[in-house]
Nanobody, 130 residues
C-alpha cells in the first residue's frame, strides 16, 4: 500500500499564491520515481476534476485548461513528494484538492483521467475568497 498525505490547504484571497505538497510513503512502497502523479480537485456539489499531472521523472506535465499558466506541478523524487504551486488564485479554484499516484511503466506518461490512479490522498481544502 501507498499512503499519500497532502499538506494543509487554507483560506486565501483572490490573487494570492499557495503551494500544496503531497508526500508518499508505505510499508510496500517502492521507488517514488515508479509513480506518475496527479492532482485533482472537487468543489461542493461537483464531480472530481483533473488539475495537473506529472510523469515519473517529471519529463512530461499536463494541465487542465482552467489552471494552465497559473498552476505548476513539480516533483522531488528524492523527497518522495509532489507539489502544486498555485498562483493568481480565483474563487472558482475553491475545492478539496487530492493527489493521486499511478505505478506507471512509461517514463513519459502523465495521466489526466482518474482511472489509472491506484492511490489517493485524503484531500486538503483550499478556499479562495473574493
Amino acid at each position: 500500500q501507498v499512503q499519500l498525505v497532502e499538506s494543509a490547504g487554507g483560506l486565501v484571497q483572490a490573487g494570492d499564491s499557495l503551494r500544496l505538497s503531497c508526500a508518499a510513503s508505505g510499508r510496500t512502497f517502492s521507488s517514488f520515481s515508479s509513480y506518475a502523479m496527479g492532482w485533482f480537485r472537487q468543489a461542493p456539489g461537483k464531480e472530481r476534476e483533473f488539475v495537473a499531472a506529472i510523469s515519473r521523472r517529471g519529463y512530461t506535465t499536463t494541465y487542465a485548461d482552467s489552471v494552465r499558466g497559473r498552476f505548476t506541478i513539480s516533483r522531488d523524487n528524492a523527497k518522495n513528494t509532489v507539489y502544486l504551486q498555485m498562483n493568481s488564485l480565483k474563487p472558482e479554484d475553491t475545492a478539496a484538492y487530492f493527489c493521486a499516484a499511478n505505478q506507471a511503466s512509461s517514463l513519459y506518461s502523465a495521466y489526466s483521467t482518474q482511472d489509472p490512479y491506484e492511490y489517493w490522498g485524503q484531500g486538503t481544502q483550499v478556499t479562495v475568497s473574493s
